[in-house]
């Protein structure tokens, strides 16, 4: 049986069971006028049957998919011929890789010979037999975990209570794994990065002025500088950032004042629905608006007033960017003052205030938290976009200031240094997780720095 045919008996079940233990319940005391005898609603006996009959066949089913491939390739390698299993860990492994692909009809890369045909069918054959193992299994679970639970159910059973701390459990273990997937990126980015600082000095990474990492495969090649000092991607990062805000900052929450406050409710049904399209443009799109226009606009405006102005310029970059993100601040400052309660609202005008200020005197600092937590998650959206940068300010690892030149961010490195096949053993690979976590540094003491302004100012208006 498929896994998805599985499942769904298996909801099936659980269904029929959650009315079955109900029933049960009701039939204990008496038919549903006597529901308050029970502990628990009726409702919570269907649950607990229900749930021993979807979570252990559940537990099992995930446990097989997780080991079921490996069984299966270790008692496949055990039926080979002694001259095949003394080939070398990657010969068997291609052996074993065309086996399978012959078994599910692929091309292999070898001639197809009776060992192989053999060694497919009998591949075939133990993933027929697992698939039929694991459904007596799962189905054999399912039932006597009905069972288990029917014979538990009395009128004084605590059912919401065991119902309850089960639910409780799953809310845990999914934070558990939220939590546990968050330390295992930062680790990973870590051990690498360590890696790195081993060939690199960290004072050199975080001081130095030049980027350039090509570094020299033999000790005669020339043209390989091997610099890794991160404050030319840093500042061109900043400069973009900066450009992105002053753009999306104003513009998201003006539209966002207008669109809460001042707008008819016609107005306001197609204007936010219109700037939030903008959220949906993929950036990629946005790379190709700043390059053929935005791009070439700025060179041709900045020479015809006598600057010089690089065909690739953190200026468009920038520009493009803070259109992308104005869509998250004004979306979010909307929210936040829409948020703000009423009566403070009414107060303020109660008092003689004009709406413009209640506004600023009133609504806007009552909305602040999530006005700054709105442009905090904007700054982030615009430290790690890439496409962007790549197609409007170019590669060029310029340690400037002036935004009408060519600058480069942390995160287009990154992918530059990851482009291709990579070997995890070099300076210039490793450089990639060493800039990874300085961004991650970064934008983390962002979030807390903004996470306590937030919190100082909500409790202010709380």
């Not at 119902?163 to 409780?168: A, K």
């Not at 946005?286 to 953190?314: K, M, N, Q």
Request: hydrophobic fraction near 55%; aromatic fraction near 8%.
């Amino acid at each position: 049986m498929q896994d998805t045919t599985l499942l769904l008996s298996l909801t099936v079940l659980a269904l029929a069971g959650f009315y079955a233990g109900r029933g049960r319940a009701l039939a204990l005391v008496g038919g549903p006028a006597r529901g308050r005898r029970l502990h628990s609603l009726p409702g919570y006996y269907g649950m607990f049957l229900a749930m021993w009959c979807l979570l252990p066949p559940l537990t099992l089913l995930l446990a097989w998919s997780l080991f079921e491939g490996r069984v299966i390739t270790l008692m496949l390698i055990e039926g080979l011929p002694d001259a095949q299993r003394s080939m070398s860990a990657g010969e068997l492994n291609l052996l074993v890789n065309n086996i399978q692909n012959l078994a599910v009809g692929d091309a292999v890369s070898v001639e197809i010979d009776a060992v192989l045909r053999e060694a497919s069918s009998r591949y075939r054959l133990l993933q027929a037999e697992s698939r039929r193992l694991l459904t007596v299994l799962c189905l054999g679970l399912a039932t006597l975990g009905a069972v288990s639970a029917w014979r538990r159910i009395r009128p004084e059973f605590r059912a919401r209570n065991r119902v309850e701390s089960t639910v409780e459990f799953f809310l845990l273990l999914a934070s558990s794994i939220a939590v546990l997937t968050t330390i295992g990126i930062v680790m990973s980015v870590l051990f690498e990065a360590l890696r790195f600082f081993q060939q690199v000095s960290i004072v050199d990474f975080l001081f130095g002025l030049n980027w350039s990492p090509q570094t020299a495969i033999r000790e005669d090649q020339v043209g390989s500088s091997g610099s890794f000092g991160i404050v030319p991607l840093l500042t061109g990062t900043l400069l973009i950032t900066v450009i992105a805000m002053l753009v999306a900052v104003p513009v998201g929450l003006m539209s966002a004042i207008y669109l809460a406050e001042y707008s008819s409710q016609k107005v306001r049904a197609a204007a936010k629905p219109m700037l939030e399209i903008l959220a949906g443009i993929p950036t990629v799109v946005y790379g190709f608006f700043a390059a053929l226009t935005v791009a070439p606009w700025v060179r041709d405006a900045g020479e015809a007033i006598g600057l010089d102005v690089a065909s690739e310029s953190a200026l468009a970059a920038g520009l493009v960017m803070g259109i992308m993100i104005i869509p998250l601040v004004s979306s979010l400052s909307d929210d936040a003052i829409k948020a703000v309660p009423g009566d403070m609202r009414e107060g303020a005008l109660a008092l003689g205030a004009t709406r413009s200020e209640a506004m600023t005197g009133v609504i806007l600092p009552a909305a602040l938290p999530g006005i700054v937590g709105g442009t905090l998650l904007a700054l982030s959206r615009a430290i790690g976009e890439t496409m962007i940068v790549v197609m409007a300010a170019g590669l060029a690892a310029n340690l400037t200031a002036n935004p009408f030149e060519a600058v480069t961010t942390v995160t287009v490195q990154i992918v530059t240094l990851l482009v291709g096949d990579q070997e995890f053993d070099s300076a210039k690979t490793l450089a990639a997780f060493a800039l990874g976590l300085v961004l991650f540094v970064v934008t983390m003491t962002l979030n807390v720095v903004g996470l306590n302004f937030v919190r100082r100012y909500r409790e202010q208006y709380e």
